[in-house]
Every structure is written in structure tokens, then in C-alpha cells.
């Protein structure tokens, strides 16, 4: 493994262990995160799924009563019609904070919320064929915005999961046991000198007894 | 917003109706409206495959979502489609969907 180039001192290890440390416990924090960040994706998720073929057979629906309204009903009258609504849909848009990743909800009161006087026509020009397709489609507002709500939210939590688990594998696989090889470097590297250290006193204790004592010369003149 | 058949019931039910065709005109429109304060935006999904690169940018955004719906000639599986995508994005492979059949 390339190893980072580091001066093996007493006092590098000890900025090195403290490093690892850190990482070690930053690890295992952001591993959490990302367990319970994937554990309310997969719940808001399963939500998103549900709601959004939920909507989409809805507004289906509503394109084929549209359609069945329209050819009944002169282009001209349905669009005066349509053009002027009297519902209208005002929204509220907050922000929720899951595990960090904010995710926006929405509030939305209608202005006609029992729908009551909720068709924008006369009933006299157009049958009830367009009542049937406005109404399908009333129907699948509150889906399409909690549809809205569920789809951002997952979208901004599967950009959070995956720069979560990126950290989480490089701190797993590379930073921590590159910091783990540079430790034992750093060790081995003082035994060494330790070592060396040792002999060379050991040798010149050597050569300074002999000095004092001049045991060589003595065993030679006993022999 | 859409093209008008496929959008011009929304009116009805209370939405801001934006017609848009698929030309340069449509980005700068959605722009406007992402800029302008809208929270939600609804795209109709032949609209949203042509402006994708628009609307990444406002990917990372906490607001407006953008959220595609079918038009007038139907689902075209693409919204299930970008589910999973998600799903997949998130957890490495789609292990919750992958052998439902999309559509609706």
C-alpha cells in the first residue's frame, strides 16, 4: 500500500493515534447515520411508490373523461369554462428535518375545501361528462401533492444516503488502514532505533571498559 | 406544465396552468417559475425528459420539487422509472422494486 511519507518520531504517533481515534469513532457515527437514513428512505420510499401509480391510474382516469368531454362538449366553451377557476389550491411550504437532510413539506388549503359551487361553468352549455372529469381530477390533487412532498424528500435523502456511505467506505477502507499502516510504521520504526540505540551503547561500554581495564591485554599476558 | 392537452384540466382544480412545447422557450419558462416562488412544479413527463438538464440544477434544491405526471397520451413508465432510480442511487441496487413491473 503507498504510504504516506511521515517522520517516525515519538511525537508523529502520538498525532497519529490521536487521528485514528477520530477516525475510528467518525466512522462509526456516519455508519449510523447511514443505517437509520436508509431505514426512512426505504419507508418514504415505499410511501412514494404507492402514491405515485396511486396518481398516475388517477390522472388516467381524468385524461379519459377529459377526453370524453371533449368530444361531447364545443372547444370553445370548455376552454371559457375551464379558463376560470374558482377553486384554488394555495400552498404552504415547509422543511422537515430528517437526520439531517431537510425535505420540504406542503400544506395546501383549498379555497373551496367542501368543493361546494367547485365547478367554474355553467351547467347549462356542458353535460355532466366534464362535471365527471373535473371531479375525477379534484380527486387526485391531494395524491399529486403528497406525491410531491414523498418524491422530493426521497430524491434529497438518496443524494444524502449515497454521500453518507461514500464517506463511510473511504473512511472504512482507505483513510483508517492507511492510518493503521503509518502507526506500525511509525512503531517499527522506533524499535529500531531503539535497538540500535541499545547495541551501540552496549559496544561502547564495551571498548570503554577495555579502555579502563585492559582485560585483553591481561589474558594474553596470563596465558 | 405541458403541452395543453395534457394540462388544461388543472385549471379547473385550482393549479397554474403553463403551457410549454418543447423548445428553448419552455427551460426559461420553468426557470421563471423555479425562481419565482413556485414550491411545487408538475411537468408533464415528455417535457421533463426534454428539459432534464434544466432540471437537474434544481435537484439539490430542498425547493421547488419538480415532479413529473403523465400527459394526455399517457403514463410512460418514467416516474416509476425514477423511483427507483432513487432507490438504486441510494441503496447501490434497487432491491425493492426490481421485480415489480413499473407502469401504472
Keep these: 500500500m503507498a504510504k504516506k511519507q511521515v517522520n517516525p518520531t515519538r511525537m508523529e504517533l502520538t498525532a497519529q493515534k490521536r487521528k485514528l481515534i477520530t477516525a475510528v469513532r467518525g466512522h462509526k457515527l456516519l455508519k449510523d447515520k447511514r443505517d437509520e437514513l436508509m431505514r426512512q ?83 347549462s352549455f356542458t353535460t355532466g361528462d366534464l362535471d365527471i372529469a373535473v371531479k375525477s381530477l379534484a380527486d387526485v390533487l391531494p395524491v ?80 | 406544465m405541458g403541452d395543453r392537452d395534457s394540462i388544461y384540466g388543472f385549471a379547473a382544480v385550482g393549479l397554474e396552468v403553463i403551457p410549454a412545447e418543447e423548445d428553448a422557450a419552455a427551460g426559461r419558462k420553468l426557470r421563471d417559475l423555479a425562481d419565482g416562488g413556485y414550491a411545487v412544479i408538475y411537468i408533464t413527463e415528455r417535457l421533463y425528459k426534454f428539459l432534464e438538464a434544466d432540471i437537474a440544477e434544481y435537484q439539490e434544491f430542498v425547493l421547488p420539487a419538480i415532479i413529473p405526471i403523465p400527459g394526455a397520451s399517457g403514463s410512460s413508465g418514467m416516474g416509476v422509472e425514477m423511483v427507483k432510480k432513487s432507490v438504486e442511487r441510494a441503496v447501490g441496487s434497487d432491491i425493492l422494486f426490481g421485480n415489480e413491473k413499473g407502469g401504472g
Design chain 1, 144 to 223: 399529486m401533492l403528497r406525491l410531491a412532498e414523498a418524491e422530493k424528500g426521497c430524491q434529497l435523502m438518496a443524494a444524502e444516503i449515497e454521500k453518507t456511505r461514500r464517506r463511510v467506505n473511504a473512511l472504512e477502507y482507505t483513510v483508517i488502514p492507511e492510518m493503521r499502516e503509518t502507526i506500525k510504521y511509525i512503531t517499527m520504526k522506533l524499535d529500531e532505533n531503539e535497538r540500535s540505540n541499545q547495541i551501540r551503547l552496549m559496544k561502547v561500554k564495551d571498548m570503554m571498559l577495555e579502555q579502563a581495564h585492559h582485560y585483553e591485554e591481561k589474558a594474553w599476558r596470563e596465558r
Design chain 1, 41 to 123: 428512505f426505504l419507508i418514504l420510499v415505499r410511501e412514494n411508490m404507492s402514491l405515485r401509480l396511486e396518481m398516475e391510474r388517477g390522472l388516467a382516469g381524468a385524461a379519459a373523461n377529459f377526453i370524453l368531454a371533449r368530444a361531447v362538449i364545443p372547444s370553445p366553451v370548455l376552454d371559457t369554462g375551464l379558463l376560470l377557476a374558482n377553486q384554488e389550491v394555495g400552498l404552504e411550504a415547509g422543511q422537515k428535518n430528517i437526520m439531517g437532510v431537510l425535505t420540504p413539506v406542503f400544506q395546501f388549503n383549498l379555497r373551496n375545501p367542501d368543493g361546494a359551487g367547485s365547478y367554474s361553468y355553467g351547467l
